[in-house]
Structures are given as C-alpha cells and as structure tokens.
C-alpha cells in the first residue's frame, strides 16, 4: 500500500514539476489554458484508470460454496432455500408457486419467514444479505 502511495505522490510530484517547468517556456505562455486542460484530462484519465484497476474487485470465481453453517445457525429450511434461490433470481411470488407447485399463500409465509430469519423488511434486502452470507451466489 505504502509503495502504491508512493509512486502515485512521485508521479504527482513530477507532473507538478513539469508544469512548473511549462510555465516559463514561449509556448505555455501562447497556448496556456489549452495545455493545462490537456493535462488535467491526462492526469485524470490515468488516475480513473489506475482506480478501475486496482481498487475495484477482481472478477468472480465460477465456484460457489454455499455457506451451509450460515443456513444451519439461521434454521433457513430446505423449501425456504429454494424460495430464497427463486427470489434471487427475480421471480415474483406467482412464479414461485408454480415452480414450487405450492400456494401463493405458502410462498408469502415462507418469505416473511425469512424477511424474519435474515432480518430484513424488503425482498432486495433479503437477497443482498443472503448473498453477502453466501447463502445464494
């Protein structure tokens, strides 16, 4: 991180050394503003992609483990799993029951029981936390 850092504060310091530098000569002095938002753009076009690079997640892996302890200490139920794994792939609760063959009845208890288990109030919520407990992929 701290060699990241200072590279990034060297090449800072050598564009603001350049600039610098530009200001005396003829050309700077003829064409200044141009030059400057040339840079400017330079600069933070290498430095959106740096962050693209370096500070966002890598791709994810194909393999998925789910988190069977999660599901136990939670008491998520095998029918709920299943309504859980629906849900996240964005079924509504009709769907649901007619890939499940149960009730739509059926289906909203199950939710609610694990808007309940997951501690959540909305079907986003609930998808978002099953996947951060790596529940669902």
């Known amino acids: ?4 850092i200072l590279i990034y504060a060297g090449i800072m ?8 530098w530009l200001q005396f000569q003829h050309l700077t002095r003829a064409y200044s503003v141009e030059i400057y938002i040339i840079l400017i753009a330079i600069a933070f076009t290498v430095l959106g992609a740096w962050v693209g690079m370096h500070l966002t997640r890598g791709p994810r892996s194909d393999s998925f483990e789910k988190n069977t302890a999660a599901l136990a200490s939670l008491g998520v139920s095998d029918r709920e799993y299943e309504v859980l ?6 079924q509504t609760n009709k769907e649901i029951a007619r890939t499940l063959e ?3 009845n059926t ?7 694990l808007y309940e288990k997951l501690s959540v109030q909305r079907r986003t919520q609930a998808v978002q ?3 951060e407990l790596a529940l669902i992929p």
């Open 102 to 104: 149960i009730s739509p």
């Open 129 to 131: 936390k099953a996947r």
């Open 1 to 4: 991180m701290w060699r990241t």
């Open 107 to 113: 289906v909203k208890t199950h939710i609610a029981k």
């Open 85 to 90: 794994t629906l849900l996240a792939d964005g």
């Open 13 to 20: 310091a050598a564009a603001a050394f350049a600039l610098e």
